[in-house]
């Protein structure tokens, strides 16, 4: 039975925006693994041949294609290189995203239009670039990578959390629209913390240095549930348990969240170490950052490593108290 499974994806004809880091580069090694042909695209074309090289030696059959998602030219010219590669796209990943952290009014408004080009903008494009040739070869399979941020609010990173409820709107839209093409489906994953460069390529316009709240979970986890997907396509599903916890106690206890995160958010910056200001990889692609794992699964201690974890428990706390006092 395992067999049959690893079979099932050998034919398909893959192709992965934001594939030369991180989630991105796990799946493409995920796929490659199934013996998929992958097309890869990044902006980093460098990076890119090495994640072919991998993808190859696992067995897998692989293009590198430069792309830049906020672009639609490079977009659309992305499908016709992957039409030309495999004769058919069978499922298109759109995986490429970016953040900008910061006070909303003192981070540079070219910096949130910047994240809401690649994180909706992008997906949006992909969609657009691959769509007509789904309904032309009457199948095909889209995945959205989106974020528990589509479900609970980021404070300090008004963009990407704009950009993400952006994405499951049109998500849910586009699937409607295309209820009628029973053969071409939409799914959205929505990852917890995730052990990527992410933070590492990011827009730091508040000068501290930010690290990811645990629990901070593997890459690997994020394309095990898109190959997944892939077999066995369903509208979307949750990766980390800790995305759960969050989204319900948004929808439980909305105002506490917005309040304590921002709390907790504030009194980490005092005391964090200071750091440059940076554009990060928002407007130029940068050599930071090659790799699945951004190294935040290992043992650190400091405020800003426990700072959600700390605000769900005393949050919960705090609610489940002040509804006892009610009754």
């Given amino acids: 039975m395992e067999q049959e499974q690893s079979k099932s ?26 013996g998929a042909s992958l097309v890869l695209a990044a902006r980093r074309t460098e990076i890119l041949e ?49 953040g900008a952290l910061g ?28 769509l007509p040739i789904f309904k032309l070869q009457e199948h095909g399979h889209l995945i959205n990578t989106i974020s528990i941020g589509a479900f609970a609010p980021m404070p300090y990173a008004v963009a990407y959390a704009a950009s993400k409820y952006g994405l499951r709107g049109f998500s ?5 629209e295309l209820s009628k093409f029973p053969h071409i489906q939409i799914s959205d994953v929505f990852p917890a913390f995730i052990d990527t460069p992410g933070f590492q390529h990011a827009g730091n316009y508040i000068g501290k240095k930010i690290k990811p709240a645990p629990p901070v979970y593997e890459p690997q986890l994020v394309a095990e549930a898109i190959v997944s ?21 948004y929808a439980l206890f909305p ?47 400091g405020v800003g490593s426990v700072a959600v974890a700390s605000l769900l428990a005393g949050g919960i706390a705090t609610s489940l108290f002040y509804l006892a006092k009610k009754r």
């Fill in 255 to 301: 105002k506490l969240t917005r309040t304590g995160t921002a709390r907790f958010m504030e009194r980490y910056f005092e005391r964090a170490e200071s750091v440059p200001i940076t554009d990060g990889s928002l407007f130029q692609p940068s050599n930071v950052g090659a790799d699945i794992s951004g190294g935040w699964r290992k043992p650190k201690s």
């Fill in 103 to 130: 006070a909303y009014d003192e981070t540079p408004m070219a910096a949130h239009e910047q994240v809401v080009q690649i994180n909706l903008l992008g997906h949006m494009r992909g969609a657009h670039a691959v």
């Fill in 229 to 249: 997907l892939a077999r066995k396509p369903k509208p979307s599903v949750m990766v980390g348990g800790f995305g759960y916890v969050a989204r319900l106690y």
């Fill in 172 to 176: 849910e839209a586009l699937r409607a």
């Fill in 9 to 34: 994806l050998a034919d398909k004809v893959v192709v992965i925006t934001g594939a030369s880091s991180g989630i991105g580069r796990a799946t493409a090694v995920a796929f490659a693994r199934e």
């Fill in 50 to 98: 090495q994640v072919v090289a991998d993808c190859t030696q696992w067995g897998g059959k692989a293009v590198a294609i430069t792309t830049d998602v906020a672009q639609t030219h490079s977009m659309q010219a992305l499908a016709e290189a992957a039409l030309a590669f495999g004769g058919k796209i069978d499922i298109w990943i759109n995986n490429a995203g970016a």
